[in-house]
């Protein structure tokens, strides 16, 4: 391959296709990597927002309501929860105002809740848009 006058045009453009199909392969799983983050860091920020809005209807249950907690579940809107100063902002990273409920049911002695929201580019899983 190396003569006595250096590289030959041949080898320098194999060399020179095979750098760029790294470099190729290399921006790829770069962009896929940033593409993952990102949807990871906006998959928090709205699982922070069902917390939220959990926390402000465990306190609406323990303080408020007179009702027992059964199996079927008790649908707590953001209404209800405005009705008694204990609403959170649920807004997307747009400013987006976002709805949600949360349902809060007793199974084996324990009290579960689970948040729903609904945003212009997120809405949980099982969301059900009547009972918001």
């Known amino acids: 391959m190396l003569n006595k ?36 860091v906006t998959t928090t920020y709205y699982h922070d927002l069902e917390d939220d809005l959990e926390d402000s209807a465990r306190v609406y249950v323990q303080d408020y309501y007179d009702g027992n907690l059964n199996s079927d579940g008790l649908t707590i809107t953001r209404s209800l929860l405005r009705s008694y100063d204990l609403d959170v902002t649920l807004r997307d990273r747009d400013g987006h105002v976002c709805s949600g409920y949360v349902i809060a049911s007793r199974t084996q002695g324990e009290d579960t809740y689970q948040a729903y929201i609904s945003c212009s580019d997120y809405t949980t899983e099982g969301f059900e848009d009547w009972r918001s």
């Open 5 to 40: 006058h250096g590289w030959g045009l041949k080898e320098m453009l194999v060399l020179s296709g095979i750098l760029l199909l790294f470099l190729i392969i290399a921006i790829y799983y770069i962009f896929t990597f940033y593409k993952e983050m990102g949807r990871e």
